[in-house]
């Protein structure tokens, strides 16, 4: 855990929040309850939580694919260096396949959304 969001939850402890036994399902950090909103100080945004065995509901899952979305294009943009910046056939191969994975998921994500 970065130590800049250890800071921020214990700022949200001392602003009263409640640490919640549950994990963003981002990010996978500890959860609080802010004035009966959880949040996540993580992601900064407020999490939706779904409980087990209940499909989630729409919203959840286009927050959880636009933040994977969001999260494949900054790979891609760190593929793109070191396609740019490779050295060999077989540096080039190897972040070729990689963007091809990712772009991938970028198209199963828009078949989902
Ligand atoms: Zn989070």
């Given at each position: 855990?970065?130590s800049e969001?250890l800071?921020?939850?214990v700022?949200?402890?001392?602003?009263?929040?409640?640490?919640?036994s549950?994990?963003c399902?981002?990010?996978?950090?500890?959860?609080?309850?802010v004035g009966?909103?959880?949040w996540?100080?993580?992601c900064e945004?407020?999490?939706?939580?779904?409980k087990e065995?209940e499909p989630?509901?729409p919203e959840?899952?286009s927050?959880?694919?636009?933040?994977?979305?969001?999260v494949?294009?900054e790979?891609l943009?760190?593929v793109?260096?070191?396609?740019?910046?490779?050295?060999?056939?077989g540096?080039?191969?190897?972040?070729?396949r990689?963007?091809?994975g990712?772009?991938e998921v970028?198209e199963?994500?828009?078949?989902?959304t």
């Amino acid at each position: 855990m970065e130590s800049e969001d250890l800071q921020k939850m214990v700022d949200m402890l001392r602003r009263g929040a409640t640490l919640l036994s549950r994990a963003c399902p981002v990010c996978n950090s500890p959860l609080f309850k802010v004035g009966g909103k959880i949040w996540c100080p993580t992601c900064e945004k407020q999490v939706i939580v779904v409980k087990e065995g209940e499909p989630p509901p729409p919203e959840l899952s286009s927050i959880l694919l636009s933040s994977l979305a969001n999260v494949i294009y900054e790979k891609l943009r760190e593929v793109e260096v070191r396609i740019r910046e490779a050295e060999d056939a077989g540096e080039l191969q190897e972040s070729l396949r990689l963007a091809v994975g990712l772009l991938e998921v970028l198209e199963r994500i828009k078949r989902l959304t």
